[in-house]
RNA sequence: GUGGGCGUAGCUCAGCUGGUAGAGCACUCGGUUGUGGUCCGAGAUGUCGCGGGUUCGAGCCCCGUCGCUCACCCCA
């Protein structure tokens, strides 16, 4: 009788050896410096009341409207699987009072987000994002250090096939007045049911339709950044004379639209030339009234989100990934029951003092470990029979260049150090 | 959600106009008794994604289905 065998679920992306090794690396490299910043760890659930990202998010997103993993629980509660990190992070700020310390609040967080979208290059069902918020203070320096600190990561992975754009969506009154003309420049142009639709849901999002007849349409649309009161204008003027004096070039893109209602101010997204359709490789904005829709104080605030997948896709296009697979100091090969025991203990200490030590297992030939050794990339290699055990010293093979040196067992780990240091 | 391409050994793939499967790499063992990387030799492995149909006969044709992939859409 042979078992059905089970297949991932559609559209998830998994990191197996030895590519989990670059996947580690990309994370760690888009987070360090928001953490060399003085962002804190927040651990948050995958899964959150629906009601968070359909407020929060926005009810005219594509997001919300159609690629949430929505579900009932036991208890009859509406739950999603998080499709962003911003709401689950202002709902976590708010419920343990975080706004009413010290502002601003600097947290970052990593990991698995759902939208339940058409596979393709670089668009998972699940993917993973890290990202920081700054919650509480609005200050265009910030905005220009959030950015910094995006950039940042992305120099660590070393890309330099990509661009910032930035824009301003300026505040509640810059957006009503332009809105206003937006609508009545509609009225002028002749539009489809489905767009009319998606024009009353979100006027923004004519600006993103890539139909040549609408682009061409939205040309002489009104620009939201000529709308934008002092106040707004000149908050943007300071963000951009921060990131010319950081020295992070950028461009001005007034057309840019964001999947997500919440932002206000000054938005961003680093795109990627390298990748195919799915070119982004992160973006986010300033917030200003999503702390309040979620119940919390009106605070304004800032974030970004940068997608680990594709940052490592474009690290790959690029050829930057470090080939740094996992490789042992020390190979112990066992050579007989008796010397199991053995070869486990010594491999333990050998661990404690932070030496990397593999062991052969099973019942190989010695040919055959060696052969283990040499593909592990160990840099030495010790056999261990009866007759190693009984005058507690054995061999240690450098396999670089064959040599060997008789060493006592109990002295392993500061020959070892040793000579580590010095190859 | 819509459309195109694809699905053959662990991996990369070949398989001509239908006649019941191969290569390279990887893997295991060996080239005399306990030392790797080269070389030589030997060996194992596939319900040809799954289900149905056409046919004397299907990996090759048809339908369905699942998955992968690319694009639309949307975005990380």
């Not at 890290?130 to 509480?136: F, K, R, S």
């Not at 206000?264 to 795109?271: I, L, P």
């Amino acid at each position: 009788m042979k078992y059905e065998k089970f297949q991932a679920p559609k559209g998830v992306r998994e990191y197996l050896p030895p590519e989990s090794t670059a996947f580690e690396w990309v994370r760690e490299q888009l987070i360090s410096p928001a953490r060399l910043a003085g962002y804190q760890l927040m651990e948050l659930p995958v899964f959150e009341d629906t009601n968070l990202f359909s407020r929060g998010v926005g009810e005219s997103t594509d997001v919300v409207s159609k690629e949430m993993y929505t579900f009932e629980d036991r208890g009859g509660r509406s739950i999603t699987l998080r499709p962003e990190g911003t709401a689950g992070v202002m709902r976590a700020v708010i419920e343990a009072n975080l706004d009413r310390g010290q502002l601003p609040v600097k947290v970052w967080y990593s990991g698995q987000y759902f939208r339940a979208e058409r596979p393709q290059a670089g668009r998972y069902r699940q993917f993973y994002q890290v990202g920081i918020e700054a919650i509480g203070l609005d200050d265009p320096a910030i905005d220009a250090e959030v950015i910094a600190i995006a950039d940042r990561g992305f120099k660590n992975l070393g890309l330099k096939k990509y661009s910032l754009q930035i824009t301003s969506l300026g505040d509640a009154a810059s957006r009503a007045a332009h809105r206003a003309d937006l609508v009545k420049y509609f009225a002028t142009l002749s539009l489809d049911e489905v767009t009319q639709a998606r024009a009353a849901l979100n006027p923004l999002r004519l600006f993103d339709d890539k139909r040549p007849e609408m682009i061409e349409a939205m040309k002489s649309a009104p620009i939201l950044l000529d709308y934008l009161s002092k106040e707004a204008a000149e908050n943007f003027e300071k963000v951009q004379s921060y990131l010319k004096n950081l020295g992070i070039a950028f461009e001005i893109n007034p057309r840019m639209v964001r999947g997500l209602d919440y932002y206000t101010g000054t938005t961003f997204e680093f795109v990627h030339s390298e990748l195919g359709a799915q070119s982004g490789i992160g973006g986010g904005g300033r917030y200003d009234g999503l702390m309040e829709i979620l119940g919390g104080q009106p605070l304004s605030g800032i974030g970004f989100g940068l997608g680990v997948d594709r940052a490592l896709l474009a690290a790959i296009a690029e050829n930057t990934v470090p080939q740094s697979a996992f490789t042992s100091d020390l190979f112990i090969i066992p050579l007989g029951e008796n010397s199991r025991s053995d070869a486990l203990r010594i491999a333990e200490q050998l661990r404690a003092a932070k030496i990397r030590t593999e062991i052969a297992f099973g019942d190989r030939a010695l040919k055959g470990a060696m052969k283990a050794a040499d593909k592990s990339g160990a840099r030495y290699v010790i056999v261990l029979g009866d007759a190693e055990i009984s005058s507690e010293t054995v061999e240690l093979k450098r396999m670089t260049d064959g040599s060997t040196k008789s060493v006592k067992i109990a002295q392993l780990a500061n020959e070892l150090q040793r000579a580590l240091i010095t190859d």
